[in-house]
């Protein structure tokens, strides 16, 4: 494969494919629409879930682990959520495979071996963490019950992307069970807040806060509260959900809790999720044509050593150096990578480090060690100095915050230029054509309109932003009145 | 279910089953054979997590992600491998489940939606790792690869026990590619070294480190090393294995790769990996009839603090005190529990952090109060001194670090004093049915003899330990010349 990537304005969609593969964040594997995720891609998503998992122990949640397996009379208990799944699921019929009488050497099922019950391999975990929660909440002193779970989880999708859409992907999945209605809203609401935070002030990666429309809701949520970013190519992507389930599951499976004054009442519920999908919003929120940019928070490895010599004395006093501003380094908590391959020029370094998206490369060459000094690029702008090497760690330090606050603030920019509002469907259809980006407009809140206007322009409602305003308006579609702008876009 | 545990000389196996669920480790779930790991037993298996996440790192591995299915053309490639697991595997066959003809609200296996090929649920990852790994090796350059990956597996076991054998469970799963044979060797002897360290000096627990004979081999596998474990009730516990797989899965999927010289060469293979199975170790190897023993390396909180008041006013400069201590260890890395619940009395308090394996219990009262002391308990012995407030940390700390010792040398004493140099087949019968425990006897090295003696005492060959002294010898079984004693037990 070439080393070269395709343009972004050559083809936005195969330069994802091409920079995901090459920049050795993952591939697909020979299981169909399932993806292999390589040691560096899987470096970024360690560092995501551990920044995650803090966020979530913070605000009061425990992990735990419920099973892969979802029996089908348990699975089809909810049934809208049933519904809204049934469609994409592998479904586990037989527990054994013997010798193919037919073909030596090969397997094949055993027809014996067919399962009672089928087993669905969970598309979400609702089902099973509520068939187990009935059996752990008697009274209001048993909640709430706050646990996340880490686990993989299978959907049949028909067309995959690699991190944007896999049959199998990695995620984290809250459920929380609560006494009351107002607590299950706050705590849906809290972890939209965590996440969008995460997002910001981790990935880099603005985000809008909103509400879903019933008909963009999860499965069975009376609410889908939802973070969404925007893309390069102008196109939305939904990073993280959280729902307020009411009382649908605990209605399914018969969970009730005593009173404090004795009564019996159903549990109110909330399920959130993030996944492997925000690995393909960090990359598409600040990549550029020279492969990956990664933010330093996320960055597995902050700053690449480059030496350039030109014989092994050259060497040994570069390393000798490098070794010295390293340990400065890494005892301020700076990932560190001193790259002294021999196989390499200087210039393949550049590039190969380049498009792995390390946040800053130092090069040191002859020159800089009789002057005492090394040269500092920047990955995101590309622009280089040269610092003294007292200066150096200062520096370092420096220009990691600064690289994460600019490439935040440049897809703030971005967002916010690609953010258009309108009032009449002639301009609706031109921006979502030509400008991209999200479209604030007034919408009549039917799901009528709202599916006329997907089918006209293939825009969906990306959310209800929290913080719209009460504004006086007509549907941009059928004139009606309306109260305040939804946010319509494309979206992956 | 009653608080009070079944005593460990009444039924061991019962009172381990009580435990587990009583201490709020894990439970059984409505899926046959898998369990629901509860939130204080996930954090206990976190902290194994993250202790092997840091020795695998150290000793160079990554991480990454590979499929959970197998497509069974490529399971079925090697074939002992393959044959190994054929009995157990579970197999998706259908990818969509539709709404039921003939029950309302009920779904069934969407008949259209047979798979072209059927996919294994992988019971371990040689066969799809290694298919991947065919793309990434051309070169020695390419060599070695050190991955790891964190995952679930499916086995389907007919008799299953929580965390000991369970349908599902979690485990990690090193997969390492080398260019000789000897240094794939010296990797899983690598990793057998790094279990046994975890082992000792993180869980408490000594085990022997050993290879296996052919019979108890991983499937596919050239040598097996193996670390054993020995339970209170005398029987082995298999704690981890680390597999020189040879050249079998280079061959199996054609993995290929050209020396410095130029020669195309297969490629040498290694696999390794601890589970869930671990727990049932840790719980087993210290714990008592009043609960949970667990070793203050691994405890998810290492000391609880317990409020002995008759009023608010005394809960109230008992918290404060309480607030300072837990200040300064929270400081020295030390995890703390304020158990503040009105609902419930000391004495019952006490029970449950004894259940749950706390390793030291602070109780302080009025007269603590007055006197200026704290009443510390240590789980592992039952010991209560009282100490000056002012000594409290250092305390703490000395404590914690003595439980650690001690559960060990504990541990090793019970094991070295159930180990026993049998010669004669009587002897042999007589230990392995009364005492129990591992037997170190000559063994003529036929399958043949293996086989007969477990027939005869349900007792295994659990390994032949790395340090066994070259020794002039006739087997216990059959008469036959042998140089070296093997370790016999009976085993989980
Ligand atoms: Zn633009
Ligand atoms: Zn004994």
């Not at 050259?314 to 990932?335: C, M, P, R």
Request: proline share 3%; net charge negative; charged share 30%.
């Amino acid at each position: 494969m070439s080393k070269k990537l395709t343009k972004r304005s050559d083809d936005y969609s195969k330069w994802y494919n091409e920079l995901v593969v090459k920049a050795d964040l993952a591939e697909n594997s020979a299981v169909r629409g399932c993806m292999v995720i390589k040691p560096y891609g899987y470096a970024i998503w360690e560092k995501m879930q551990a920044q995650l998992d803090k966020m979530f122990k913070e605000t009061g949640h425990e992990n735990a682990y419920f099973p892969l397996f979802v029996p089908k009379s348990l699975f089809e208990a909810e049934e809208k959520n049933a519904e809204g799944f049934a469609k994409e699921c592998a479904v586990v019929t037989h527990y054994r495979l013997q010798a193919d009488p037919d073909k030596k050497g090969k397997l094949r099922v055993d027809p014996e071996a067919k399962l009672e019950e089928e087993l669905v391999v969970r598309p979400t975990s609702e089902a099973i963490i509520w068939n187990t929660y009935k059996n752990w909440i008697q009274s209001y002193r048993d909640l709430p019950i706050l646990i996340n779970q880490w686990a993989n989880v299978v959907r049949w999708e028909m067309r995959t992307r690699l991190f944007l859409r896999t049959a199998e992907f990695l995620w984290q999945e809250g459920h929380t069970a609560h006494a009351t209605k107002e607590e299950a809203i706050a705590e849906s609401l809290q972890m939209q807040r965590v996440y969008a935070e995460f997002a910001e002030d981790f990935m880099a990666m603005p985000v809008v806060k909103g509400a879903k429309t019933e008909s963009e809701r999860f499965a069975g949520a009376l609410d889908t509260y939802t973070i969404e970013a925007l893309m390069q190519d102008g196109k939305a992507l939904q990073a993280g959900t959280s729902h307020f389930l009411g009382q649908n599951f605990a209605e399914a499976f018969d969970v009730k809790y005593v009173t404090k004054e004795g009564k019996q009442e159903l549990v109110w519920a909330t399920s959130w999720g993030v996944s492997t999908r925000l690995m393909g919003g960090l990359i598409m929120t600040h990549s550029d044509d020279a492969g990956l940019v990664l933010p330093p928070k996320l960055a597995p490895i902050q700053v690449v050593f480059v030496p350039i010599y030109k014989n092994e004395e050259q060497f040994d006093a570069i390393a000798e150096k490098v070794a010295e501003i390293s340990t400065e380094l890494k005892n301020k908590g700076v990932s560190i990578k001193f790259d002294k391959r021999d196989t390499l020029r200087p210039g393949a370094k550049f590039a190969e480090w380049e498009l792995k998206g390390v946040p800053l490369r130092i090069a040191m060459g002859a020159r800089d060690l009789e002057n005492g000094t090394v040269e500092i690029a920047r990955r995101d702008t590309f622009e280089k100095q040269s610092v003294a090497q007292e200066a150096v760690v200062d520096t370092v330090l420096h220009l990691l915050e600064t690289i994460q606050e600019d490439l935040f603030a440049n897809a703030k920019s971005f967002r916010d230029e690609h953010t258009t509002v309108v009032d009449t469907f002639e301009e609706f259809k031109d921006v979502i054509e030509n400008k991209g980006g999200f479209v604030a407009a007034h919408w009549d809140g039917t799901a009528e309109t709202e599916n006329k206007i997907k089918e006209l322009t293939k825009a969906t409602i990306r959310c209800i932003p929290l913080d719209a305003l009460e504004e006086e308006g007509k549907c941009v579609y059928s004139g009606q009145k309306s109260t305040k702008r939804v946010l319509f876009a494309k979206a992956y």
